[in-house]
């Protein structure tokens, strides 16, 4: 079992900054990939972005140049640097985790960007 807590979502002013943490505990692998989602109102949860254990990241194209995410392995832990937020970004974020066969989710932490 891999539990997931999330935290640093809020409320910020277009323009704004957040910062996002995920720990990851119980039996994680040292080889993993670990990113985050975000669902809006009414629409399906979406991908912003996914790093490995090894650094390689992918980002969804709506956030590039603006999120930036990063891990410390020794803590499994993933962090989501957001600058330049937009109303747009508003949503849950969630954190997700995949380790050979399991996949396991955080909560959700809400982002609203106000315009």
């Known amino acids: 079992q891999v539990q997931l807590v999330e935290s640093g979502g809020g409320l910020v002013q277009a323009g704004g900054s957040l910062r996002l943490s995920c720990a990851a505990s119980?039996?994680?692998?040292?080889?993993?990939?670990m990113g985050w989602y975000r669902q809006a109102p009414g629409k399906q949860r979406e991908l912003v972005v996914i790093?490995?254990?090894?650094?390689?990241?992918n980002y969804a194209d709506s956030v590039k140049g603006r999120f930036t995410i990063s891990r410390d392995n020794a803590k499994n832990t993933v962090y989501l640097q957001m600058n330049g937020l937009k109303p747009e970004d508003t949503a849950v974020y969630y954190c997700?985790?995949?380790?050979?066969?399991?996949?396991?989710w955080g909560q959700g932490t809400q982002v609203t960007v106000s315009s």
């Open positions: 790093i490995s254990s090894v650094g390689t990241t």
């Open positions: 997700k985790l995949i380790q050979a066969t399991l996949v396991a």
């Open positions: 119980g039996r994680v692998l040292s080889s993993n990939l």
